[in-house]
């Protein structure tokens, strides 16, 4: 029996993909699914086409970025779901940026489950969205959210100041931009004390600029002084340039 194998043309269109090549999730699946998917015999674009082995191939699709590979590749082929079918090829994560096509299946999936966890606990989800740097992930994760969170929620708890922040989650990886979108959609959500702290610890001058630029308004009370020892134990080059700025 010959093993079921993917042909050459479908791992040429998805080959600069894995490089890192600039080729959307729309223009990828739009190539794989030309192929006739079957899971007993394996896809095929025609006659005549040079085949790798069924393993190598399946080796080099797994190497898809996981929510490519979890919402694109296996949902589209079945050859591929039943080959790539551990859990590790089945997870998508919201710490990374979602397919754009995969948005909708994920908050449908997701919304039974989110809605049973403690405040907490959605709290990290968010913040795992804003640490992408995807606003379609932190769209997401609001999404999930928001029908099950109260208004105020996080001002009624005693110890909100410990409980996650997706504000100081963007601005830890670096991805200031998100404030704008955050203040808009969630700002019971954002904290803007502790946000300006965290962005003086780990962003640039100009992060930390940024960040200031789109929250002083909204931070009624700023802690100039949290921010300035949060700067003195930054490892940036520019620590020394932050605290100036601050003091001026």
């Given at each position: 029996?010959?093993?079921?194998?993917?042909?050459?043309?479908?791992?040429?269109?998805?080959?600069?993909?894995?490089?890192?090549?600039?080729?959307?999730?729309?223009?990828?699946l739009q190539k794989l699914t030309k192929a006739d998917c079957d899971s007993s015999k394996g896809p095929?674009?025609?006659?005549g086409q040079r085949q790798l082995p069924s393993t190598l191939q399946l080796h080099i699709v797994s190497l898809l970025p996981p929510n490519d590979l979890a919402l694109g590749a296996r949902l589209a082929c079945r050859y591929l779901s039943a080959g790539l079918s551990k859990p590790e090829h089945c997870t998508a994560y919201l710490s990374q940026p979602l397919p754009p096509h995969a948005a909708p299946w994920a908050?449908?999936?997701?919304?039974?489950h989110v809605r049973r966890l403690p405040l907490r606990h959605k709290l990290q989800l968010m913040c795992a969205a804003a640490a992408s740097g995807s606003e379609?992930?932190?769209?997401?994760?609001?999404?999930?959210?928001?029908?099950s969170l109260f208004p105020g929620a996080l001002n009624r708890t005693r110890d909100a100041a410990t409980y996650p922040s997706p504000g100081?989650?963007?601005?830890?990886?670096?991805?200031?931009?998100?404030?704008?979108?955050?203040?808009?959609?969630?700002?019971?959500?954002?904290?803007?004390?502790?946000?300006l702290v965290a962005a003086a610890k780990h962003c640039h001058l100009d992060g930390l600029k940024a960040a200031w630029e789109a929250l002083r308004r909204s931070c009624y009370d700023p802690d100039v002084q949290?921010?300035?020892?949060?700067?003195?134990?930054s490892t940036t080059p520019d620590a020394v340039a932050k605290i100036e700025w601050m003091l001026n």
């Open positions: 029996m010959q093993s079921a194998s993917l042909p050459l043309a479908f791992l040429a269109a998805i080959g600069p993909w894995i490089a890192g090549a600039c080729v959307t999730m729309d223009s990828a095929s674009c025609g006659t908050e449908a999936a997701g919304q039974q379609l992930n932190l769209e997401l994760s609001w999404q999930l959210v928001q029908p100081v989650a963007a601005v830890e990886a670096g991805h200031v931009q998100l404030l704008g979108w955050l203040l808009q959609r969630c700002p019971g959500l954002l904290q803007p004390n502790r946000t949290g921010m300035l020892d949060a700067a003195a134990e």
